[in-house]
């Protein structure tokens, strides 16, 4: 795990929490479940509603047969440990905007919102450009290079 998300409150997207099931990649799958564990011990984890709806969405059409719907409702449970943020009507406004202005997709700048949102310094995914500093608060990481 990098150093500098040990003090940060950091929002991880939803590719972590389905790496923590794919056994296809043991580097990502040891990284994922290495973070898991940090930021729920630490409470500077942070989550929105959309990480839980994409990871069951996920489960379901890609990972059914390694997940049993017991083993997916029970972590959909573990998460709610998380706090996650609700998606309401002022967040995907905000969330438009950002689409505009960076050029994110629909749920990538709803992702991006909710962690500004929460106050986060760092956005924990490898589905966007490394480095890139949104609104200057929000840094977007790459835990897996």
Request: charged share 25%; proline share 3%; hydrophobic share 40%.
């Amino acid at each position: 795990m990098k150093d500098e998300y040990r003090n940060a409150v950091c929002y991880l997207d939803t590719n972590i929490f389905i790496y923590m099931h794919d056994s296809s990649d043991i580097v990502k799958k040891d990284i994922s479940a290495e973070l898991y564990r940090f930021f729920i011990s630490t409470g500077r984890g942070r989550i929105s509603v959309q990480v839980i709806s994409e990871w069951r969405n996920v489960m379901i059409r890609k990972y059914s047969a390694m997940v049993s719907n017991e083993v997916r409702r029970r972590f959909i449970r573990y998460l709610e440990i998380w706090n996650p943020l609700p998606i309401t009507p002022s967040v995907i406004l905000k969330a438009d905007e950002l689409c505009e202005q960076y050029r994110f997709s629909a749920y990538d700048s709803i992702h991006i919102q909710c962690a500004l949102d929460m106050n986060c310094e760092y956005f924990l995914s490898e589905d966007m450009q490394e480095g890139l500093r949104i609104s200057d608060k929000l840094t977007i990481s790459n835990p897996y290079i």
